[in-house]
């Protein structure tokens, strides 16, 4: 099993939809959780840091649920330049590895 | 502004020979990391390493080998190239505090041919 699992997608919404995008992770002892785009194969960038209480950054809203170990990101108002894949990231602890999943894309379509 | 750097942004070279990619960071970072990005398989660890002399193996090292002679580089070695190994790798560098995001430099582009 993959240390860090996303459905693959791709997902095709219209512009101005809700999309949501889930992310499960096998460690329990994962510490610090992220969110990164990467456009067509160009570096990742970060999106946003995933806290515990969920938090919001304008029409993205990350969210973390431990007890069911895994995150989710909530994209509202969706532009088609929000076109990317979306990286769910893990890391253990400060001083440690961070783990990728493999990506959800998505594509907006006027 | 600090930035890391990757060399060279493409390369093509030929099954057997020794390759190796560079790694350049400004920011200072402990951590430093570097992964492989195929289609359906997306960002795969290869080597890490967490300061000056340390180096660790991630998920798909068979083949390859770094160093770390100094906090700003990382080198990548690929011992004897092989076609399995044509792949866009990314290089990645960490502070060392929880929520500290990872930088990523522009990705190489190998093809062993």
């Known amino acids: 099993r993959k240390e860090v699992e996303q459905d693959p997608g791709p997902f095709n919404v219209p512009e101005g939809a809700t999309v949501a995008f889930n992310c499960t992770y096998s460690?329990?002892?994962?510490?610090?959780f992220f969110w990164y785009r990467q456009d067509c194969r160009k570096e990742p960038k970060l999106l946003m840091s995933?806290?515990?209480s969920g938090n919001e950054d304008g029409r993205f809203t990350a969210q973390l649920n431990r007890a069911s170990q895994y995150i989710s990101l909530l994209i509202r108002d969706s532009k088609l330049s929000d076109s990317a894949t979306y990286l769910c990231?893990?890391?253990?602890?400060?001083?440690?590895?961070?783990?990728f999943g493999s990506g959800t894309r998505l594509s907006i379509r006027p | 502004d600090a930035e890391i750097t990757q060399s060279p942004r493409h390369k093509i070279t030929e099954t057997g020979r020794q390759v190796t990619l560079a790694c350049h960071q400004t920011?200072?970072?402990?951590?430093m990391f570097w992964y492989r990005q195929d289609l359906g398989h997306g960002l795969r660890l290869i080597h890490y390493s967490y300061g000056v002399h340390d180096t660790n193996k991630g998920e798909v090292s068979d083949g390859y080998s770094v160093s770390r002679s100094n906090t700003e580089d990382l080198p990548l070695t690929l011992e004897s190239a092989a076609s399995s190994q044509t792949s866009v790798y990314f290089c990645a560098s960490r502070e060392s505090q929880d929520r500290s995001e990872a930088f990523f430099g522009q990705g190489t582009r190998l093809t062993v041919v």
């Open positions: 460690n329990s002892a994962s510490q610090s």
């Open positions: 920011w200072n970072h402990n951590n």
């Open positions: 995933v806290y515990s």
């Open positions: 990231v893990v890391a253990y602890s400060s001083a440690s590895k961070i783990i």
